[in-house]
């Protein structure tokens, strides 16, 4: 049984870190590890990604980029996203997601089939 579990989040002021985890179990040859958030009344998005099958490469929304670091301990099979200089706006519950993805739909929600329970991040100002 595939099981991705989320943790890591919490409360944190404006500028600061967080790191979140998600560990993952019944593994099932997934091509693209992903983060995505969904704050209240929006939609879901996507942050960033890793594709597993192609030297761990990533992708950022721009929103992101630059203060949000996605990365893959293959060993522990765990998906982390190291938030930093976070902003109220970054406020939101975030999923970690996997799936065998093609590139060009790598933020797009639809595409994955194993999710998180999700964890909350909230930045106060």
């Known amino acids: 049984q595939v099981q991705l579990v989320e943790s890591g989040g919490g409360s944190v002021e404006a500028g600061g870190s967080l790191r979140l985890s998600c560990a993952a179990s019944?593994?099932?040859?997934?091509?693209?590890l992903a983060w995505f958030r969904q704050a209240p009344g929006k939609e879901r998005e996507g942050l960033a990604a890793i594709r597993t099958t192609t030297g761990g490469r990533t992708y950022y929304v721009d929103s992101v980029k630059g203060r949000f670091t996605i990365s893959h301990d293959n060993a522990k099979n765990t998906l982390y996203l190291q938030m930093n200089s976070v902003k109220p706006e970054d406020t939101a519950m975030y999923y970690c997601a996997a799936g065998r993805v093609s590139w060009w739909l790598i933020f797009s929600a639809s595409e994955y089939n194993h999710w998180g329970q999700g964890t909350q991040v909230t930045v106060s100002s």
């Open positions: 019944g593994y099932v040859n997934w091509s693209c």
